[in-house]
């Protein structure tokens, strides 16, 4: 998946590392899942494929949106974790997820949820955000 940027669009260079479908559901699993093993992406209800769930990951860790560690507690395992600019797109994913809770089928549960974030407005995404440096950042 290449991320060379094909104009300086600011729209067009964010859709270019994020506007599949798989890129951002990685990160929502980072984020609202609290997913960190490449095993527990793999069981996400979407099915993503062990391919292209590899390359997405490379990507973001090459892009600066996610970090890759050793899990200490299994040799095999790595952590992945979300770096600064990728907590930063916590605003973008609530309001896809409150847009698709108004004009989609979603999940009552999820619904609900996404609802909650986007009524809390900014004080909800900073408190969120903080939740995640802690998490993420350590």
Not at 85 to 113: C, F, N
Request: with cysteine; net charge negative; charged share 30%.
């Amino acid at each position: 998946m290449s991320t060379k940027g094909r104009s300086g669009c600011p729209i067009n260079l964010s859709l270019e590392l994020l506007g599949d479908r798989w890129t951002l559901l990685i990160i929502r699993d980072l984020i609202f899942a609290g997913k960190k093993h490449f095993r527990e992406f793999l069981q996400s209800d979407e099915g993503i494929s062990s391919r292209t769930l590899a390359e997405r990951l490379q990507t973001l860790q090459d892009e600066g949106i996610l970090t890759r560690s050793d899990d200490p507690t299994h040799g095999l395992k790595a952590i992945y974790r979300l770096t600064e600019a990728g907590i930063d797109l916590l605003p973008v994913l609530a309001t896809l997820g409150a847009w698709g809770s108004k004009y989609r089928s979603a999940d009552d549960k999820l619904a609900e949820i996404a609802d909650q974030l986007a009524a809390g407005g900014e004080p909800a995404l900073a408190r969120m955000k903080e939740q995640l440096r802690a998490e993420h950042l350590g």
